[in-house]
């Protein structure tokens, strides 16, 4: 682990990373030799972390993302894990999920023994001694900013198919022309940003249509 992460001390240790802050910069060790966060750059990036590897929920976790690993290329999104685990834990596990799955974990998983990664993330507490309990997901836009997060306890396994709809929709509101409604996946209807007017309001067609008005998806996948 590098001292780049220690850049986060700024921050309070173990605070929470809000919507819109910059995601503290890292260097790691990984199933995928050393990684730095800034080397994601230009795409969008899910980071996500597991509270320890040949565990039940998080190896069907594990095995299910790595089954969507094209849906998530296709998004042009990458894939981050990590946990406290040792890096030869990862690589044991890696082998141990191969063999009997027959899977491939094509993403890097990150190692972070000392929970300095944890830490900065707001993953676990400044007090914490481990992170058995931490399931955290971080949705990060191409310039390095957090766009979404979700946080799961250890009896509870992510949703890959709401990862994945997350993700699609956090790129299509990007740009800030329009909103995604519940429940919203590609081709279905978005919602028009309401207008922030006396006149606009007045002029709509009926009491509803200025503040909900869907609009056709024109960017559909």
């Given at each position: 682990?590098?001292?780049?992460?220690?850049?986060?001390?700024?921050?309070?240790?173990?605070?929470?990373?809000?919507?819109?802050?910059?995601?503290?910069?890292?260097?790691?060790?990984?199933?995928?030799?050393?990684?730095?966060?800034?080397?994601?750059?230009?795409?969008?990036?899910?980071?996500?972390?597991?509270?320890?590897?040949?565990?039940?929920?998080?190896t069907s976790e594990f095995v299910a993302i790595a089954r969507a690993a094209k849906a998530f290329e296709s998004l042009d999104c990458a894939l981050m894990a990590l946990s406290v685990d040792s890096l030869f834990s990862h690589l044991a596990w890696i082998r141990a999920i191969h063999d009997r799955f027959d899977v491939a974990i094509?993403?890097?998983?990150?190692?972070?023994?000392?929970?300095?990664?944890?830490?900065?993330?707001?993953?676990?507490?400044?007090?914490?001694?481990?992170?058995?309990?931490?399931?955290?997901?971080?949705?990060?836009?191409?310039?390095?900013?957090?766009?979404?997060?979700?946080?799961?306890?250890?009896?509870?396994?992510?949703?890959?198919?709401?990862?994945?709809?997350?993700?699609?929709?956090?790129?299509?509101?990007?740009?800030?022309?329009?909103?995604?409604?519940?429940?919203?996946?590609?081709?279905?209807?978005?919602?028009?940003?309401?207008?922030?007017?006396?006149?606009?309001?007045?002029?709509?067609?009926?009491?509803?249509?200025?503040?909900?008005?869907?609009?056709?998806?024109?960017?559909?996948?």
């Amino acid at each position: 682990m590098s001292d780049d992460v220690k850049t986060s001390e700024a921050r309070a240790a173990g605070a929470s990373l809000r919507l819109g802050q910059q995601a503290p910069e890292f260097t790691a060790r990984s199933t995928k030799g050393l990684v730095r966060l800034s080397d994601f750059r230009g795409r969008w990036l899910v980071l996500f972390s597991h509270p320890a590897d040949f565990t039940p929920v998080c190896t069907s976790e594990f095995v299910a993302i790595a089954r969507a690993a094209k849906a998530f290329e296709s998004l042009d999104c990458a894939l981050m894990a990590l946990s406290v685990d040792s890096l030869f834990s990862h690589l044991a596990w890696i082998r141990a999920i191969h063999d009997r799955f027959d899977v491939a974990i094509d993403f890097p998983i990150l190692e972070d023994p000392t929970l300095e990664i944890g830490r900065a993330y707001g993953m676990v507490g400044a007090e914490d001694m481990d992170a058995s309990a931490v399931r955290m997901t971080y949705f990060l836009d191409p310039e390095g900013f957090v766009r979404a997060t979700t946080c799961y306890p250890a009896s509870v396994g992510r949703s890959v198919d709401e990862m994945l709809r997350m993700v699609a929709a956090l790129q299509r509101v990007h740009g800030g022309e329009v909103l995604a409604p519940e429940g919203w996946h590609p081709g279905c209807d978005l919602l028009r940003l309401p207008p922030q007017s006396v006149e606009a309001v007045l002029s709509s067609q009926d009491a509803t249509s200025w503040f909900y008005c869907p609009v056709a998806d024109g960017g559909q996948r």
